[in-house]
Structure formats: structure tokens, C-alpha cells
Nanobody
Framework: QVQLVESGGGLVQAGGSLRLSCVAS????????MGWFRQAPGKEREFVAT????????DYSDSVKGRFAISRDNAKNTVYLEMNSLKPEDTAVYYC???????????????WGQGTQVTVSS
């Protein structure tokens, strides 16, 4: 069983930056693909970014490409989401997820964190 705990959310002005962290425990972290998803009020959960376990290959949604960066530190069992040039439409609860392969589909991930709120004011 893998447990995931996110942190780093908060309130930021448009154009600002935040870095989210997600610490994993209970599994072999380097074998896990990790993803970030988000869910705004009244909307479905949507893919943000994903990274493979060892090669570090990444993929992003078009809405965040060029502004967000996903990375991981396998020695610390941690995945990060660096968010720059934030926009009000980035406001959402951000979730960390772990699964067997890199994917932009939420159902491909078996483990989820509790989420961290990101609010971007205009």
C-alpha cells in the first residue's frame, strides 16, 4: 500500500509561483510513475503532469505546458510540481497520484493523496 501526502498549496497572486511536493511511503518509489491532477469546484478531475519512475520522461497537459514542471527525487521519495506564471484558472485542489506507468488518465493510477488547495487571485 502506497501512501501519498501533498503539501505546498496556498494563495498566490496571478503571475506568481508555487511548488507542490508529494512524499510517498509504503512502496518502491523509483518503480512508480507519478502524476499530478487537479479538480476545480464543479469540474471533473483533470490531468496536469506525469513522470516515469526511473527515466524521468515527462508529459503535460496543454493548459500547463511551458508553465509547470514536474520532477522527482527518488532518494527522498518525493515528486514536485513547480508552477509558474499562475493564472486564476489554475485554482483547484491538486492531487498527487502513483501508478505502474506514465499516463494522463486518472483511472490508471492506483494511489492518491488527499489533495492540496491552490488558489490564484486576479
Amino acid at each position: 500500500q502506497v501512501q501519498l501526502v501533498e503539501s505546498g498549496g496556498g494563495l498566490v497572486q496571478a503571475g506568481g509561483s508555487l511548488r507542490l511536493s508529494c512524499v510517498a511511503s509504503g512502496g518502491t518509489f523509483r518503480w512508480l510513475a507519478m502524476g499530478w491532477f487537479r479538480q476545480a469546484p464543479g469540474k471533473e478531475r483533470e490531468f496536469v503532469a506525469t513522470i516515469t519512475g526511473s527515466s524521468g520522461r515527462t508529459d503535460y497537459s496543454d493548459s500547463v505546458k511551458g508553465r509547470f514542471a514536474i520532477s522527482r527525487d527518488n532518494a527522498k521519495n518525493t515528486v514536485y510540481l513547480e508552477m509558474n506564471s499562475l493564472k486564476p484558472e489554475d485554482t483547484a485542489v491538486y492531487y498527487c497520484a502513483a501508478g505502474p506507468r506514465i499516463s494522463g488518465v486518472a483511472s490508471d493510477y492506483a494511489y492518491w493523496g488527499q489533495g492540496t488547495q491552490v488558489t490564484v487571485s486576479s
